[in-house]
């Protein structure tokens, strides 16, 4: 079965980059999409099809997909930003997997 | 008004089966695919089952095909989980989603989640 792997942690200061890796064979042929999810709380979608921004998702959420690896790149982190991130790729075009989720830190 | 909410969870004997449903409210249902993931006590997200906006194209994870089966009654804005032969691994908060899209192919990604609703499977 395909496999995505993610950093078990990102560590970031505030108002700096934090980039989240997600890997995979060929991930680059698939289609990719990030969720923030706080403690307690369902998930968010932050990014889709690789690099599309859901309206009401901030223009600091940005992502790429090339080769074997995708990046959800967070510019000028806030606060607010500390969460578990997890990618999701569709694999065989029409089923999903996610990745093993990455935990950010603003400190 | 909560966009999606699910029920059905509880307490269930292994090998047992149990039913979730989710309503959906605030948009039009039938023009989105939908989605069940779920997400294990302190464990990360597990894509279980999609659904096409008229029920012509399903997919299941691995872990649950042929246990676990999806639908979604339109005329009712409801989504379904049927899961029997559960098993212990199966205890897990579950979400319904909805998808960007109508379609499972057009791979966008689940913008609209509910609460979830909790499974426990044991003896």
């Known amino acids: 079965s395909y496999e995505l792997t993610q950093p078990p942690s990102v560590s970031v200061s505030p108002g700096q980059t934090a980039s989240i890796t997600c890997s995979g064979d060929k991930l680059g042929d698939k289609y990719v999409c990030w969720y923030q999810q706080k403690p307690g709380q369902s998930p968010v979608l932050v990014i889709y099809q690789d690099n599309k921004r859901p309206s009401g998702i901030p223009e600091r959420f940005s992502g790429s997909n090339s080769g074997n690896t995708a990046t959800l790149t967070i510019s000028g982190t806030q606060a607010m930003d500390e969460a578990d991130y997890y990618c999701?790729?569709?694999?065989?075009?029409?089923?999903?997997?996610f990745g093993t989720g990455t935990k950010v830190t603003v400190v | 008004e909560v966009p999606l909410v699910e029920s059905g969870g509880g307490l269930v004997q292994p090998g047992r089966s149990l039913r979730l449903s989710c309503v959906a409210s605030g948009f039009t249902f039938d023009d989105y695919a939908m989605h069940w993931v779920r997400q294990a006590p302190g464990k990360g997200l597990e894509w279980l089952s999609g659904?096409?906006?008229?029920?012509?194209?399903?997919e299941y994870a691995d872990s649950v095909r042929g246990r676990f089966t999806i639908s979604r009654d339109n005329a009712k804005n409801s989504l379904y989980l049927q899961m029997n032969s559960l098993r212990a691994e199966d205890t897990a908060l579950y979400y319904c989603?909805?998808?960007?899209?109508?379609?499972?192919?057009?791979?966008?990604?689940?913008?609209?989640w509910g609460q979830g609703t909790t499974v426990t499977v044991s003896s």
């Open positions: 999701l790729a569709w694999d065989s075009s029409t089923a999903g997997v």
């Open positions: 989603a909805k998808d960007i899209y109508g379609l499972l192919d057009q791979n966008g990604g689940m913008d609209v």
């Open positions: 659904i096409t906006w008229n029920s012509v194209s399903i």
